[in-house]
């Protein structure tokens, strides 16, 4: 248990389907962020939240909306995905965006 | 840009054996992190090293931060079943963006 939560685990998709991912931490930390992590590729950052304030867009297709109402909660929106979007979607944490990351356990999302 | 390389990129050990892997990059780190990600799970932290030349424990795991800043290892020794999973080198470059730079990951399976 790292403190980071995120649901669902496992989400199965349509391309025309509307999903959002939840993530919630309980350390205390203001940074949240979210990851792609694809086979055989290094750990793409997304998008990157301090104070609740987007500071980061890794330059992610509008179909992926992140939202953060408080420093504790994130979300990641997804609308018509393609199949190259299924991946393992990590949240992490951290106490300032200098500071090491905690993950969540991830959702595994697969795109039909 | 930026990138960690990461080496060997997977390994098949017998318990027991001794493991090491290591980091290397042409570029100056501040921070070194090593992280293990098992199956179906989050990476989660193992270690994190703040400067040159550091050499921490944790438990049967050591890992250095390199004198030149440039580079990274982890050691496992007397290696077990439950010490399979993809080990990830993670770093945040000297006057750069405050983003964590991340390997592709090393892949230890462990024969019992």
């Known amino acids: 248990e790292t403190g980071v939560t995120q649901t669902p685990r496992h989400l199965v998709m349509g391309m025309t389907n509307k999903k959002s991912l939840k993530c919630e931490q309980h350390?205390?930390?203001?940074?949240m962020y979210w990851y792609k992590q694809s086979a055989k590729k290094p750990l793409e950052l997304m998008f990157v939240y301090n104070f609740k304030e987007q500071t980061e867009n890794n330059s992610v297709p509008s179909r992926f909306s992140p939202e953060c109402p408080n420093s504790s909660h994130l979300f990641l929106h997804l609308h018509t995905l393609q199949p190259e979007d299924s991946a393992l979607y990590l949240c992490?944490?951290?106490?300032?965006?200098?500071?090491?990351?905690?993950f969540g356990s991830g959702t595994q999302l697969s795109v039909l | 840009g930026q990138q960690l390389n990461q080496s060997p990129q997977s390994m098949f050990i017998q318990e027991g054996e001794d493991v090491s892997m290591n980091c290397t990059s042409s570029?100056?780190?501040?921070?070194w992190l090593w992280y293990k990600q098992e199956p179906g799970e989050g990476p989660v932290l193992l270690i994190a090293?703040?400067?040159?030349?550091e050499l921490t424990s944790n438990g049967r795991l050591t890992a250095q931060f390199g004198i030149t800043r440039k580079d990274s290892f982890l050691n496992i020794s007397a290696s077990i079943p439950s010490d399979v999973g993809i080990y990830f080198c993670?770093?945040?470059?000297?006057?750069?963006?405050?983003?964590?730079?991340f390997g592709k990951g090393m892949k230890l399976t462990v024969n019992p």
């Open positions: 992490a944490s951290s106490q300032d965006t200098r500071e090491k990351l905690f």
């Open positions: 090293l703040y400067k040159a030349g």
């Open positions: 350390l205390g930390h203001n940074a």
């Open positions: 570029s100056i780190f501040n921070t």
């Open positions: 993670a770093g945040q470059l000297q006057g750069g963006s405050e983003k964590l730079v």
